[in-house]
């Protein structure tokens, strides 16, 4: 059974940094497609970044492009979302999902396994 344990979210300010961290059990890394999404209060959930099982292709949001990257760690079996240049609209609830796809999209319907979620909030 995939696990997925995300940290690192938190209360910063507007054009501040966050790294979010996404630890997974067994090979997860190693051998899914592992994206981001966020669920703000009252919207749906919505993606933010993937990459494909070996990180080699990587696809974002428009609204976080030049702002967020996602990258692995496969020795930690960590996967990273380091999030610069924070607006308040970002604020939401951030989840890590690991989609057996081997090229999968954006829509959460298309992720098999997902993380309880970590909060981020921007303040102005």
């Known amino acids: 059974q995939v696990q997925l344990v995300e940290s690192g979210g938190s209360l910063v300010q507007a054009g501040g940094s966050l790294r979010l961290s996404c630890t997974a059990s067994?090979?997860?890394?190693?051998?899914?497609?592992m994206g981001w999404f966020r669920q703000a209060p009252g919207k749906e959930r919505e993606f933010v970044a993937r990459?494909?099982?070996?990180?080699?292709?990587?696809l974002y949001a428009d609204f976080v492009k030049g702002r967020f990257t996602i990258s692995r760690d496969i020795a930690k079996n960590t996967v990273y979302l380091q999030m610069n240049s924070l607006k308040p609209e970002d604020t939401a609830d951030y989840y890590c999902?690991?989609?057996?796809?081997?090229?999968?999209?954006?829509?959460?319907?298309?992720?098999?396994?997902w993380g309880q979620g970590t909060q981020v909030t921007v303040s102005s």
């Open positions: 999902a690991a989609s057996r796809a081997v090229v999968p999209g954006t829509s959460p319907n298309q992720y098999n396994y």
């Open positions: 067994e090979r997860t890394v190693r051998e899914y497609a």
């Open positions: 990459s494909i099982w070996n990180g080699s292709i990587t």
